[in-house]
């Protein structure tokens, strides 16, 4: 059996850290290096930093948060927003991330992905997927890019698969139907692209119970469990949440 690994999430908007519904609604959630040491104490395996307004506001990650934040931790850090080029990478990396995610980029020069793997290693390069409901597309979901905002008019899965192909290491979905609602991760497009890749895939966007990071595993076929909101509002904690999967089965490092 895998491992399954906990992956809290910083949305940084601002300096803060910041957390909304369904991509919107944005509320204040804390300092990021504070968030990223008390994560670690709590027993997180890894941590992913988003740059949620990178793209938008059309700049570069702040590699200054990469810095203050990866000087306090040890654990691997995941870095994403605003990330165009192996310039963009080299600088992330060079800052102290572990692994760099990209989403906009990827799809609008799908090349990026071969060149960022031959350069660094695939295992540095996480392939951030965000996708909506379309029952217009064979899998049923429809790529997004610029943080939500636009439909690409892509299969999402077929996607994923591309990605692969590329040499992405790691594939990261969201649906943008369940962030942030604690609902559950969407499990249909979490196993959709669970079984159309052989890479590690991490269930985002929507844990609100216990049980919707077991179901994230064994129904969404996820490795890596990343949620935000029911740990920045203290809902549950990380060892909470290990011992819970451990209980239930799961090969977890507590």
Known sequence: MERITIMPCLDMKGGRVVKGVNFVDLKDAGDPVENAVFYQNEGADELAMLDIAATLENRKTRLEWVKQVASVITIPLTVGGGINSLEDIEMVLDA???????????????ELIEDAADRFGSEKITIAIDARRNSAMPSGFEL???????????????????????????????????????????????????DAVDLPVV??????????????????????LLAASVFHFRTFSIRQVKEYLQERGLKIIL
């Open 96 to 110: 102290g991330a572990s692994k760099v995610s990209m989403n906009s980029a990827a799809v609008n020069k799908p």
């Open 203 to 224: 269930a985002s966007g929507g844990a609100g119970t216990l049980e919707h990071f077991y179901e994230g595993v064994v129904k969404g076929g996820a490795s890596v």
């Open 144 to 194: 997004v890019v610029s943080g939500g905002t636009k439909p690409v008019g892509l299969d999402a899965v077929e996607w994923a698969e591309q990605c692969q192909e590329r040499g992405a290491g790691v594939i990261l979905p969201t649906s943008m139907d369940g962030d942030g609602t604690l609902k559950g991760y969407d499990l249909d497009f979490t196993r959709a692209i669970s």
